[in-house]
């Protein structure tokens, strides 16, 4: 996929999440200084944070259809305005190698999905819309034509239901993310296992409940998680870059001393960091 064109994108209407995805976009910068970032709205704005800006030219409530049919990008990676992009995510780009669509499992399923769609499976996935990669060909462009006429047709108030009905009656491949490239439920951050991947990036739905900010500022993660759960998240990213770097294939162990040595050094220092952040917890550091 190295020769296909590849970005992020946002698609906002108001001024309110329009505000949110600039600031979301100054955190994915963060991350990313040099990847592309365009943004599809009805404000008239001007921000060097995206590359390129584009006026919505239906205005409508469910701009990312839009965006998604119009991206300039072989393959897009749609974020909501309320995610909050933590670290590295480019490797979203690769999970549409083999499928033409991705996205992480929604964590709430009403029950009136399943009596409205009783002809599919209960075991069928419910994906969440807020972060989406798509590749861009025949069946992605029809797919999602044919979920914005499904939402709009029926003014539907949820697009992820008509989503679901959509991948499972046409011949979509499509992947699901693990968790933690779109975390809704923050709650999971109080019970964050040290096997977890770190949070890659956040889906935090209250802010839009509240005054969208400085758009010209990221998000600050302690104002919007609070001390506790940013130190938990930085902790578990600190942990996994050390496991990346330290990490020694198993392969590469067998009759080498220098290797053995190195691992084991490894398991101390990993030892050593859980006694540390024990500690530290214990006494209210």
Partial sequence: MS????????????????????RSARNLRQAHPNVQIDLYTDQHVTDAVFNRIYPVQDNWFRPKMEALLRSRFDVTVLLDSDTIPLAHIDELFRAVEGCDLAACLSTGRPLAMYLDQPEIPRSFPYLNAGVMVVRRNRRTQALIREWRDMVRRNDLPKDQPPLRWLLYHRRIRFQVLPMEYNLVNLDLLDQWQSHFGAPRLLHVQKLHDADPGDPETPFHLGQVLGEARRDTVRYRQAREAHRRANFVPPSSVTGTPTALARRMLFRLQSLWEMARCTLARRLGR
């Avoid at 296909?4 to 995805?21: C, E, M, R, S, W």
């Fill in 3 to 22: 020769r296909l064109t590849k970005g992020f994108v946002y698609a906002t209407t108001g001024a309110d999440y329009t505000a949110l995805a600039r």
